[in-house]
């Protein structure tokens, strides 16, 4: 078959291709957007992707993403910030989701995922024993486990809340009510949603 476009912008649309998301038609635009782009707007994009190795870091307390001349996450260290209270999450977007609610002043820990055995993700790869000596060093009273609300999640949950126990640890865990988004009919709702929101109903 005769080649259909130069090898080039074929690795491109390889690469694009790559990320989570993007399909090959996808994929296809974007190269296609960056072939006819302004050199200037692909040299920008090209420093930022470079950069994002070089300028940013894991933060050795919370694990959530700081840059790279900061010691420890200014969540953390922020004097207003209760470092008592702690919300447990998978991933380092996940503080965004929580920081833009403008309602959560406590402070975060990243576990770095979920435990998904299909996946090759276990116990050992998140950042557990971490989170529980930090309960016990800055005498937590209590943690959110802001997990999603997914198989795996919920799986992680109940290990963290079994891990606490075990470790002696005494602090007050909750979890992020579970309910019917805003504006989605019940009979559209999934069986793990509708679930949640019948253990989570409250008085009128």
Same mark, same amino acid.
């Given at each position: 078959?005769?080649?259909?476009?130069?090898?080039?912008?074929?690795?491109?649309?390889?690469?694009?291709?790559?990320?989570? &998301?993007?399909?090959?038609?996808?994929?296809?635009?974007?190269?296609?957007?960056?072939?006819?782009?302004?050199?200037?707007?692909?040299?920008? $994009?090209?420093?930022?992707?470079?950069?994002?190795?070089?300028?940013?870091?894991?933060?050795?307390?919370?694990?959530?993403?700081?840059?790279?001349?900061?010691?420890?996450?200014?969540? %953390?260290?922020? /004097? !207003?910030?209760?470092? #008592?209270?702690?919300?447990?999450? +998978?991933?380092?977007?996940?503080?965004?989701?929580? +920081?833009?609610? &403008? #309602?959560?002043?406590?402070?975060?820990?990243?576990?770095?995922?979920?435990?998904?055995?299909?996946?090759?993700?276990?116990?050992?790869?998140?950042?557990?024993?971490?989170?529980?000596? @930090?309960?016990? !060093?800055?005498?937590?009273?209590?943690?959110?486990?802001?997990?999603?609300?997914?198989?795996?999640? +919920?799986?992680?949950? $109940?290990? $963290?809340?079994?891990?606490?126990? !075990?470790?002696?640890? /005494?602090?007050?865990? /909750?979890? $992020?009510? @579970?309910?019917?988004?805003? &504006?989605?009919?019940?009979? %559209?709702?999934? #069986?793990?949603?509708?679930?949640?929101?019948?253990?989570?109903?409250?008085?009128?």
């Amino acid at each position: 078959m005769a080649k259909l476009l130069p090898a080039a912008l074929e690795k491109l649309i390889d690469e694009l291709g790559r990320l989570p &998301g993007v399909g090959a038609r996808t994929a296809e635009r974007y190269a296609y957007f960056l072939l006819k782009a302004d050199q200037h707007i692909n040299a920008s $994009l090209s420093t930022a992707i470079h950069d994002v190795h070089a300028l940013v870091k894991t933060c050795p307390v919370t694990f959530a993403l700081i840059d790279a001349d900061e010691d420890v996450s200014h969540l %953390y260290s922020d /004097s !207003d910030r209760d470092k #008592q209270l702690i919300a447990v999450v +998978e991933e380092p977007l996940d503080i965004v989701a929580l +920081e833009r609610t &403008g #309602q959560f002043k406590g402070t975060y820990h990243v576990l770095g995922g979920a435990i998904s055995p299909i996946d090759g993700i276990g116990p050992d790869q998140l950042h557990i024993p971490e989170l529980l000596k @930090r309960l016990v !060093d800055d005498e937590v009273k209590e943690i959110i486990i802001a997990t999603n609300a997914s198989v795996e999640g +919920e799986s992680t949950a $109940l290990f $963290l809340q079994r891990m606490v126990v !075990d470790a002696g640890i /005494s602090v007050e865990m /909750s979890r $992020l009510a @579970r309910g019917i988004p805003v &504006g989605v009919d019940l009979e %559209y709702a999934d #069986q793990i949603t509708l679930t949640h929101a019948l253990e989570g109903r409250r008085a009128l």
